[in-house]
């Protein structure tokens, strides 16, 4: 019990600088500073993440981030895959996926719009939180909102992409071609879901980087705030 108590002492004391480092360090900042170092991280983060999504194969050759077929439609396009009948279903998942990447530039003015809105009580929470802590807090305060704005986009972008028309000849293919308007805002709900989600996963994944890497901290306030 005593060893223990010894060692705890000197993981306790070995950690004391860097404790008392980030606590001097935020206790130096002053409201703007957090306001402005945790407005610049996010928008930076929220920017970043959207170009790479919004690029051709951004959401489709990411693993991480691809986006299937919604359950009702991927066991019939594993079994129709075995049979070489796959394609239609096959491009309608390709198509989703297209439809993710070009509604990226309007996901990234809503998440710009919406840092721009933090207020400096917000800021020093999020300063103080964990390595996420501004992506989460961007998450639950829009993301209502975004599933909202965003679906009309990303409706008219599965349209245009021709994601509808190979969603009406997959329905024929398995035999739900009545059901062409439920299928479409299924696909088009999934679709808009699937898409907030691999954005947040880069933003946050950004918002991780500025916070631990030095080299991500690319301008005087940020460096201030993080470094």
């Given at each position: 019990m005593r060893r223990r108590a010894v060692i705890l002492a000197g993981l306790s004391l070995a950690a004391a600088p860097a404790f008392a480092q980030q606590q001097a360090l935020l206790e130096s900042l002053t409201q703007g500073d957090a306001s402005r170092g945790i407005k610049e991280a996010l928008s930076l983060a929220a920017t970043r993440s959207t170009d790479?999504?919004?690029?051709?194969?951004?959401?489709?050759?990411?693993?991480?981030?691809?986006i299937p077929l919604p359950a009702r439609f991927a066991q019939v396009q594993r079994t129709l895959r075995g049979l070489g009948l796959g394609a239609p279903l096959d491009d309608l998942e390709l198509r989703m996926n297209r439809a993710a990447e070009a509604a990226m530039p309007e996901a990234r003015?809503?998440?710009?719009?919406?840092?721009?809105?933090?207020?400096?009580?917000?800021?020093?929470?999020?300063?103080?939180?964990?390595?996420?802590?501004?992506?989460?807090?961007?998450?639950?305060?829009?993301?209502?909102?975004?599933?909202?704005?965003?679906?009309?986009?990303?409706?008219?972008?599965l349209r245009e992409a021709g994601a509808f028309t190979a969603l009406d000849f997959a329905a024929r293919e398995v035999g739900m071609g009545g059901m062409s308007t439920s299928l479409r805002n299924d696909v088009t709900r999934f679709a808009v879901t699937k898409a907030l989600d691999g954005a947040f996963l880069y933003v946050a994944e950004e918002e991780r980087a500025i916070r631990r890497d030095p080299v991500r901290r690319t301008?005087?306030?940020?460096r201030r705030v993080f470094g």
């Amino acid at each position: 019990m005593r060893r223990r108590a010894v060692i705890l002492a000197g993981l306790s004391l070995a950690a004391a600088p860097a404790f008392a480092q980030q606590q001097a360090l935020l206790e130096s900042l002053t409201q703007g500073d957090a306001s402005r170092g945790i407005k610049e991280a996010l928008s930076l983060a929220a920017t970043r993440s959207t170009d790479r999504l919004g690029r051709v194969d951004g959401f489709f050759a990411d693993p991480r981030v691809h986006i299937p077929l919604p359950a009702r439609f991927a066991q019939v396009q594993r079994t129709l895959r075995g049979l070489g009948l796959g394609a239609p279903l096959d491009d309608l998942e390709l198509r989703m996926n297209r439809a993710a990447e070009a509604a990226m530039p309007e996901a990234r003015r809503m998440f710009v719009d919406v840092v721009r809105s933090i207020t400096i009580a917000d800021a020093i929470q999020i300063v103080r939180g964990g390595d996420t802590a501004a992506t989460a807090f961007l998450r639950g305060r829009t993301e209502p909102r975004l599933n909202t704005l965003l679906t009309p986009p990303m409706t008219r972008t599965l349209r245009e992409a021709g994601a509808f028309t190979a969603l009406d000849f997959a329905a024929r293919e398995v035999g739900m071609g009545g059901m062409s308007t439920s299928l479409r805002n299924d696909v088009t709900r999934f679709a808009v879901t699937k898409a907030l989600d691999g954005a947040f996963l880069y933003v946050a994944e950004e918002e991780r980087a500025i916070r631990r890497d030095p080299v991500r901290r690319t301008s005087d306030i940020l460096r201030r705030v993080f470094g």
